[in-house]
């Protein structure tokens, strides 16, 4: 069985490349709507599962909880970002300078949970809690995927 870190690193590394994906595309444009609707959906979900399995555990242990609120607070601001850029022109020249901030910040938030919120949660949980919390992550994940699309 696979423990939550693993799964949610899985989950950043394949986010990480489709960022870079949308990155990559130009104006109005087919392929650029459905980078970004994959990765919209994609990165909503995994936060939902993410605050379902282990940031519900952390904020139920009092020496993780700001750690476990500071994360769930950049989720919020995520969806936020994904809210504005599905409203505007994806054509405009705004829509690009808006995405590459939401880049930024998904990157940002990805780092600091792996470099410093999981070694944090680590320390906390036992192997066979971090393993039972990445089995409630990936029951959810696709619930929260067909709720999101």
């Known amino acids: 069985m696979t423990d939550i870190f693993t799964r949610l690193k899985q989950d950043h590394d394949r986010h990480r490349a489709m960022l870079d994906r949308v990155a990559d595309t130009s104006g109005d444009s087919k392929e650029r709507r459905e980078a970004f609707e ?3 959906i994609d990165v909503s979900a995994h936060a939902n599962a993410e605050e379902q399995s282990l940031y519900a555990e952390m904020l139920a ?3 993780l909880q700001d750690k476990g609120r500071h994360s769930v607070a950049e989720h919020e601001e995520a969806d936020e970002y994904f809210e504005e850029l599905v409203d505007m022109e994806f054509s ?5 300078t808006r995405f590459k ?3 930024d910040r998904l990157e940002h938030h990805m780092d600091e949970e792996e470099n410093e919120i ?3 949660a680590k320390q906390d949980l036992s192997d066979k809690r971090a393993e039972e919390l990445g089995k409630i992550f990936d029951e959810r994940k696709p619930v929260e995927k067909q ?3």
Do not use: I, M, N
């Open 61 to 63: 242990r009092p020496d």
């Open 147 to 149: 709720d999101v699309a």
């Open 92 to 96: 405009s020249s705004g829509w690009l």
């Open 118 to 120: 999981f070694a944090a």
């Open 101 to 103: 901030t939401l880049k």
């Open 38 to 40: 994959e990765l919209r």
